[in-house]
């Protein structure tokens, strides 16, 4: 069954340092796999997505992630944390679900908290 | 374009009251979406309806929630009676398709307090 593992629930960095956010992911099928932000009392956006074109995946905002087949890991990183980027961000996997459909199975979260 | 559409933004009931939520779905959008956010959890999925039908309702529970999608466009989301558990985000989504790298598009959400 597929699954999503988010190591940190949460994540501080200062202004201007790197962002690393981990996802490891569990699929029994090559995987299609998302980064989603959520900002405080708003829904989800896409950050990025995964969908087999390329390994490395530039996304909105300066985002960008890594999909390693070999150590079953998405990770996103950005080079340099800005104040706005405070957020929930959620790594989510793709699973069949009835009927020959898909769904999104989501990690559990890490809040990214930037200092100045 | 117009993004998806929620109401309530905010609802608190008593328990074994009863509670519904509406959601507007991206124009043309066909693929539709219920999930249920705890506080500290990521979304879980409730119900998939493509057009008015449900492909998916594995994670509804059935014995309290129901859902519907008249004319495959608005949907509601119905729980009767709430319990104390199911206070959370209720997200509704929809996408354009049905393929796996589809993107879900996410309203704001209702968030519920069951006292």
């Known amino acids: 069954a597929q699954s999503v593992t988010q190591l940190g629930s949460h994540v501080s960095v200062s202004e201007g340092a790197l962002v690393l956010l981990r996802c490891n992911y569990s699929s029994s099928v090559p995987p299609y796999l998302f980064w989603y932000v959520q900002y405080p009392n708003q829904g989800l956006q896409l950050l990025l997505k995964y969908t087999s074109a390329a390994t490395l995946v530039k996304g909105i905002n300066g985002f960008e992630a890594e999909f390693k087949k070999s150590e079953t890991s998405f990770h996103l990183t950005k080079p340099s944390a800005h104040m706005s980027d405070a957020a929930e961000y959620f790594c989510?996997?793709?699973?069949?679900?009835?009927?020959?459909?898909?769904?999104?199975?989501f990690g559990a979260g890490t809040r990214l908290a930037v200092h100045p | 374009e117009a993004g998806v559409a929620q109401s309530p933004r905010y609802k608190i009931i008593e328990k074994r009251q009863s509670v519904a939520f509406w959601c507007n779905p991206i124009?043309?959008?066909?693929?539709l979406y219920w999930y249920q956010q705890i506080l500290g959890q990521g979304p879980k999925l409730l119900i998939q309806?493509?057009?008015?039908?449900?492909?998916?309702d594995s994670q509804l529970p059935k014995d309290r929630f129901s859902a519907e999608r008249l004319k495959g466009v608005d949907s509601t989301l119905k729980i009767q009676p709430a319990k104390l558990e199911d206070s959370a985000v209720y997200l509704c989504a929809s996408s354009g398709g049905v393929r796996s790298t589809d993107t879900q598009y996410f309203g704001p959400g209702t968030r519920l307090t069951v006292l």
């Open positions: 989510a996997v793709t699973a069949p679900s009835s009927g020959g459909y898909n769904k999104l199975i």
């Open positions: 124009s043309g959008h066909a693929t």
């Open positions: 309806f493509q057009n008015n039908g449900v492909v998916d």
